[in-house]
């Protein structure tokens, strides 16, 4: 079991910048750590991952603005979004997934809105 406990949502205007925090409970056998959003009305899409470690991969609509990184020695995985959109509101979740199973936290809302 992998236990995911997302922090750092809220209200900011456009152009703003947050970072998201997820706790995990084990970094053990996961294979990749990721967080993806779901807007209203529209299904989850993946924002960033960071498989084994190292590889990184991000959606289009984010590259440049948005970095995720992982802290081992914390079992914390960070997105750093930087110049917000409107567009990039939605509850954001953490996601692991090891060979077996995928694990997801319940999730953190992010607004951006003037």
């Known amino acids: 079991q992998v236990q995911l406990v997302e922090s750092g949502g809220g209200l900011v205007q456009p152009g703003e910048s947050l970072r998201l925090s997820c706790a995990a409970s084990?970094?053990?056998?996961?294979?990749?750590m990721a967080w993806y959003r779901q807007a209203p009305g529209k299904e989850r899409e993946l924002v960033a991952e960071?498989?084994?470690?190292?590889?990184?991969n991000y959606a289009d609509s984010v590259k440049g603005r948005f970095t995720i990184s992982r802290d081992n020695a914390k079992n914390t995985v960070y997105l750093q979004m930087n110049s917000l959109k409107v567009e990039d509101t939605a509850v954001y979740y953490c996601?692991?997934?090891?060979?077996?199973?995928?694990?997801w936290g319940q999730g953190t809302q992010v607004t951006v809105s003037s």
């Open positions: 084990t970094f053990y056998s996961v294979i990749s």
């Open positions: 960071i498989i084994r470690g190292t590889t990184l």
């Open positions: 996601n692991a997934r090891r060979p077996t199973h995928t694990y």
